[in-house]
């Protein structure tokens, strides 16, 4: 009897569901191009995204644009950037206003920033950093999927400083306008931005 058992047992463990391990997956003016961001959670991170899966508002990434992911965020190269290393880090989630957030979400997204700041920064022997979110339309946002712009600056790289800020919204409208129409990229070919993320990968390994 006790044989029959074991038999029975080992039948049912052959019929459980096997889990695959997760796999990894791996917005622009006037030209002028860091290890891993990590943060304490407080409560279990979600699973890792297929690469696939990469969004930014109703708009599907390719992964190749993709140099930096944690749990909860990505940064991405971006299509048309204003300066050197101007990118954009993302939610995973797609959550169209920064109080929308969760607090693991919030927290995660600034680490995330900071550190691709910091390698960015350094790379591309900048002195100094912009941060910006514009937070809902009156604000200058046209994708409804928040993200933080990252921007290394350098003495004289805009006459007025200011002026970033208007030319963010100038290329925030572009970029619409280009993820709308999905025309053929002028400005960046997706090996360009490819090349670009893979250099920016490497900060990270």
């Not at 809902?136 to 994708?143: E, L, S, Y």
Request: contains cysteine.
């Amino acid at each position: 009897m006790l044989l029959g058992l074991c038999s029975a047992l080992r039948s049912r463990a052959l019929l459980l569901p096997l889990t695959p391990p997760p796999r990894t997956g791996t917005a622009t003016l006037r030209r002028r191009t860091w290890p891993r961001a990590t943060s304490s959670l407080s409560s279990p991170p979600p699973p890792v995204m297929e690469a696939s899966a990469y969004k930014f508002g109703p708009y599907r990434i390719d992964a190749r644009e993709v140099f930096h992911a944690t749990p909860l965020s990505y940064a991405m190269v971006n299509l048309r950037p204003l300066l050197p290393g101007h990118v954009l880090v993302c939610p995973k989630r797609e959550v169209k206003r920064f109080t929308d957030l969760s607090t693991d979400e919030t927290s995660d997204l600034w680490v995330t920033a900071k550190e691709v700041g910091v390698r960015l920064e350094q790379y591309h022997k900048a002195s100094s950093l912009t941060f910006a979110i514009q937070d809902g339309p009156q604000a200058g946002q046209t994708v409804p999927h928040v993200h933080i712009h990252v921007i290394p600056r350098k003495k004289g790289d805009f006459e007025n400083n200011d002026e970033i800020y208007d030319a963010i919204d100038v290329k925030e409208k572009e970029l619409k306008e280009k993820l709308d129409l999905d025309v053929e990229r002028k400005d960046r070919t997706m090996e360009e931005m490819s090349h670009e993320a893979n250099e920016y990968r490497a900060l990270f390994s």
